[in-house]
């Protein structure tokens, strides 16, 4: 049975940074594309960042390039989501996911990806 779960969520003030942990279990991590994905109050869900297991290249969302990072330690059975220069429009909650589908990797699209964890939420505020 495969498993995600996300951790690393809190309160931050703009500008500041935080580092997202999502553990898998039943399932290698590096057999799949990764994602984060963030969905604020009254919005759908958006894609943050995705690595791909076929070409290990790392796909951002325009918002966050050069400000969060997405890398995986394989010996943990664990990716990161690192965020740095924070702001409250970051505000949300924040899964990660996985599957196989390239296009929704590299598109950051939420439909493609098949497993779920149940997210962990990112306040950035004053």
């Known amino acids: 049975q495969v498993q995600l779960v996300e951790s690393g969520g809190g309160l931050v003030q703009p500008g500041g940074s935080l580092r997202l942990s999502c553990v898998a279990s039943g399932f290698t991590l590096d057999y799949g594309n990764i994602a984060w994905f963030r969905q604020a109050p009254g919005k759908e869900r958006e894609g943050v960042a995705c690595?791909?297991?076929?070409?290990?290249?790392?796909y951002y969302a325009a918002s966050v390039k050069g400000r969060f990072a997405l890398f995986r330690d394989n010996a943990k059975n664990t990716v990161y989501l690192q965020m740095n220069s924070l702001k409250p429009e970051d505000t949300a909650v924040y899964y990660c996911?996985?599957?196989?589908?390239?296009?929704?990797?590299?598109?950051?699209?939420?439909?493609?990806?098949?497993?779920w964890g149940k997210g962990t939420p990112v306040t950035v505020s004053s």
């Open positions: 690595v791909s297991n076929r070409d290990g290249n790392g």
């Open positions: 996911a996985t599957g196989f589908d390239g296009s929704s990797c590299i598109f950051l699209r939420p439909d493609g990806m098949r497993h």
